[in-house]
Structures are given as structure tokens and as C-alpha cells.
């Protein structure tokens, strides 16, 4: 039985080993050859995707009964493996401009990418506690690495707090379950529910407890308030990955526990979903309305994209699911790739604080503004790019779970973001570059930023295809979601 278990872990065996492996290394190596470090995690990125790939889901469970790797599972650790070896792959280049040029951050990467693999395959809430902790740990220090800085201490400091007690309203949920359960494993949450008419009403307070925990990490309202001090007060390669890799993880960590364990309490949970998402979006678009800064103003947009995302878990079927998996994938890879067009402006010329420094960017960097451009447009929904099929396919699992109000407020919401991002777009294309020279390339700038440009390609090339062929990805998600739905 370990043998199997091992061939259908071999992914996070690797994330493990070469975790393992980078730790020691850094010990012993030389400042100057941090960047073999980089490449060797990228390398151990890269094996683990591709065991993912080649290894065959399973509904068997794992590890004592901790873990299983079903099709939701598997498409969730390629889609995690995928966004983070891109990430890893861009940020070769700003590690040293950005200050986070040390060996244990792309240990801390590994590290937290290892709890979100576990996070999306448990099947019991102790395994589920073991990967979040070791993701957010993770991500706290992530936050705080530039020790010197002390934005960067206070939104890691802010970070941790909040963390901390999101983590404390989660376990005392898990508590109230055990306590009417008798059990932390899924399948006996499953099998509760289905004796049970109705469950008692310490079950119901301890599954808002661990959702009130959990949406958390999503920056769901009300527990929003850490996003714009961290991505404001964390270097910009940082909040490049928090804005992507780990709101995918968590994301599918929510929707496990919604289709899986309490899918037979839907009637319950969906009016708190609903109304957690739609405030989630209001918050998110007036809080963007009037943001100065840029990353304040991104993590602003994170919060009303994640409500969007959570409105597709209100329909009880698998397609519901499979819109939501699509949508927060296509903001994930779409959010990284605009931040990787802002570190390549910092990198050649002085760091982007607020919006009004990308005057004249359209001017200075054509290529980068008309990506930028492409990215804003995806983000507001202009059809037919990939963020406006995102909404639509969020909004068809909305009216699916006639839930007409709420589909219409989400379009009003949409409305009022085009404003934002909009404006944005006007600053790039139409005025004119600032006197201070902000986009200016800095002295002896090397402009070398191969990975960058790379994956931007790569990303650009993804969206388009996207809104040109979609079947293929419509057809991955939807596997993915039939697992919660077929015996």
C-alpha cells in the first residue's frame, strides 16, 4: 500500500525532496550563486508538474486516509504547478532590484506551493490544517523578507495577526464539526448528513466558523482588511505571487469543502456564499474608486474578482464549479502577467508607486503598454477577450441558481469597475510622461528580461486562445468538477 501511495504523491514527494535538498544547499552556498538556487527550483517546479501530468487520478485515498488525488485534485496541482513554474520562470530577473535576492525565498515558494497541493487533495480537516498553515507560514515570511524595509515588516506583522485569528475562528469550527460528527474525515461528514434531518445546529455554526476562516485567504469581506496593506507594503515579486498561485489554492480548497463534505448542506451554506460574494464585490469596487496607489488598487480588484468567483459555487451542479475554476484560473494568470509588466518598468527605470507614473508608458515601452492594455481590458470584461467569457460564466451558474439579483448587481459591479481600469488605460495610452523621468531607463539598465518577456508571451498566447477556442479548457475544468458528482 506505501508503494501506490508514493507513485500517486510523487509530485509532492518532489516538491518535498528538492525543498529539502535547496535548505541544506543554502546553507553552504556563496552569495553570489543564489541564482542556481532559483534555477534549481524552477527545475524541481518543472519535475513536479510533470509528474503531475503523467500520474493518473485516483479516488483511492492516500496516506492513511489524509489525501486523495481525484480529477479535481489533479487539475488543481497543474494549475497551481503551472502558474507557479511561470512565476519562478519571470522572476529570475527582479529578484536582486526587488531586494528578495536571498536562498530561502525560493525555499518559503516551495514550501507553501507543498501546502497548497495538500490543501486541494485532503480529505480530512487535519490534513487540510497541516497544508494551509504551511502555505500561510510560509507567505508570512514571504511578506516580512526584506527585513529592512518596514512597510514590509508592518504588512507582515499585519499579515500574521489577521492570519492567526482566521486560523482560530477556523479551528473552533472544526471543533463544533467534530463535536456533532465525531469524526474530521470527510467521507463521515458525507455520511452525517445523510442520516441526519435535520443536522444539528452545532454542525451549521461550526461550517460558518471554517468558511469564515477560509474565505480569509480569498480576501472575502469582511475579512479583506490585510490585502491592500500587504500588497502595498511586500515587494512587488511577492504580491506577484500572493495575487495568483495561492487565491487559486484556496480557492479550490473552499470549493472541495462546499462540493464534498457539506454538499448535502447547500441549502444552507448558499445564502452565505451569496451574500459573502456579492459584498465581497461591492467592497472590492468602491474600495478600488479611490486608490492612488497601483498595488492597492490591484488588491482591491483581487477582492471584488474573488466575489465573482465565489458566485459560481451558488449553482448545485458541476457546472457552477467548472465556471468558478475557470474564472479564478483566468484572473490568476491574468493578474501575474500585469505584474510582471510592472516589474519589468521597475527594472528599467524607478519603481511604479501609483498610477499616475504610468503617464506615457504607451510612449516610452509600446510593447509592455499594449500588454497592459490587453491585461486591463481582460480584467474589466470587454468582450470577447478571456475576463469577459470569465463573467459570462459565472453569471450563466448565477441564473442557473435563480439568483437573478445577484447576477444583475454583478453586472452593475462590472459596470463600475470598467471605470477604474479604464482609467488606467487612459493614463497609459493618452498622457504624457511625467518630468521626473520615472519612465526613464535607468543608468547602464540591462534589459534582460528573457524569462519575463517569455512568460508574458506565454500568458498573452494562453488568454488569446482562450477567447478563440475555449472548448479545451471548458472541457479540463468540467472533468475536474464531475468528481464531486459521480459516484
Known amino acids: 500500500m506505501i508503494i501506490p501511495d508514493m507513485l500517486n504523491l510523487l509530485p509532492e514527494l518532489i516538491i518535498l525532496a528538492g525543498t529539502l535538498m535547496l535548505l541544506l544547499f543554502a546553507v553552504f552556498i556563496k552569495y553570489e550563486a543564489l541564482r542556481v538556487v532559483n534555477t534549481v527550483s524552477i527545475a524541481i517546479l518543472f519535475a513536479a508538474l510533470s509528474a503531475t501530468i503523467i500520474t493518473e487520478p485516483t479516488k483511492i485515498l492516500l496516506l492513511f486516509t489524509q489525501l486523495v488525488n481525484d480529477e479535481f485534485a489533479h487539475f488543481s496541482k497543474i494549475i497551481i504547478l503551472a502558474i507557479t513554474t511561470l512565476f519562478a520562470i519571470s522572476n529570475r530577473d527582479f529578484v536582486k532590484k526587488d531586494g528578495v535576492d536571498v536562498p530561502e525565498y525560493s525555499v518559503l515558494i516551495l514550501l507553501s506551493v507543498l501546502g497548497m497541493m495538500v490543501m486541494v487533495s ?37 499579515y500574521f495577526l489577521l492570519g492567526s485569528l482566521a486560523t482560530g475562528i477556523m479551528l473552533y469550527g472544526m471543533t463544533f464539526i467534530y463535536g456533532a460528527v465525531g469524526s474530521v474525515s470527510f467521507a463521515a461528514i458525507q455520511v452525517f448528513l445523510q442520516g441526519a434531518n435535520p443536522a444539528p445546529m452545532g454542525f451549521y455554526l461550526g461550517m460558518a466558523f471554517i468558511i469564515a476562516g477560509i474565505v480569509f485567504k480569498i480576501s472575502a469581506v469582511p475579512f479583506h482588511m490585510w490585502t491592500p496593506d500587504v500588497y502595498e507594503g511586500a515587494p512587488t515579486t511577492v504580491v506577484s505571487f500572493f495575487a495568483s498561485v495561492p487565491k487559486v489554492a484556496a480557492f479550490c480548497m473552499i470549493t472541495r469543502l462546499l462540493a464534498e463534505p ?21 467592497v472590492g469596487v468602491f474600495g478600488a474608486l479611490n486608490q492612488k496607489n497601483i498595488k492597492r488598487l490591484l488588491a482591491y480588484s483581487s477582492i471584488m474578482n474573488m466575489g465573482y ?45 501609483n498610477i499616475t507614473d504610468l503617464a506615457g508608458l504607451f510612449k516610452v515601452y509600446p510593447g509592455i503598454a499594449f500588454v497592459m492594455v490587453f491585461l486591463l481590458f481582460s480584467f474589466a470584461g ?106
Not at 148 to 156: H, L
Not at 270 to 277: E, K, P
Not at 397 to 409: G, N, R, T, Y
Open 122 to 158: 485532503s480529505q480530512t480537516f487535519l490534513s487540510l490544517f497541516m497544508g494551509l498553515e504551511l502555505q500561510s507560514l510560509s507567505l508570512y515570511v514571504l511578506t516580512a523578507i526584506r527585513r529592512d524595509d518596514k512597510k514590509a515588516s508592518e504588512a507582515g506583522l499585519k
Open 262 to 282: 457539506m454538499l448535502l448542506a447547500h441549502d444552507q451554506w448558499q445564502y452565505l456564499i451569496a451574500a459573502l460574494g456579492v459584498a465581497t464585490m461591492i
Open 309 to 353: 468567483a465565489m458566485l459560481g459555487l451558488l449553482s448545485h451542479d458541476f457546472y457552477g464549479i467548472e465556471s468558478s475554476l475557470i474564472y479564478v484560473t483566468l484572473y490568476a494568470v491574468t493578474v501575474l502577467c500585469f505584474f510582471i509588466c510592472l516589474l519589468i518598468i521597475n527594472r528599467r527605470g524607478q519603481e511604479i508607486q
Open 382 to 487: 470587454v468582450p470577447p477577450l478571456a475576463g469577459f467569457l470569465g463573467k459570462l460564466y459565472v453569471f450563466e451558474a448565477v441564473l442557473h441558481a435563480d439568483m437573478l439579483p445577484v447576477a444583475i448587481i454583478g453586472v452593475l459591479v462590472s459596470v463600475i469597475a470598467a471605470a477604474y481600469y479604464l482609467y488606467v488605460v487612459k493614463v497609459i495610452v493618452m498622457d504624457e510622461p511625467q518630468e521626473d523621468g520615472v519612465l526613464t531607463l535607468a543608468a547602464g539598465g540591462e534589459l534582460k528580461e528573457t524569462g519575463a518577456l517569455l512568460v508574458t508571451g506565454v500568458i498573452i498566447g494562453g488568454l488569446t486562445w482562450f477567447f478563440i477556442k475555449p472548448e479545451f479548457f471548458l472541457q479540463l475544468a468540467l472533468a475536474a468538477s464531475k468528481t464531486f458528482f459521480t459516484s
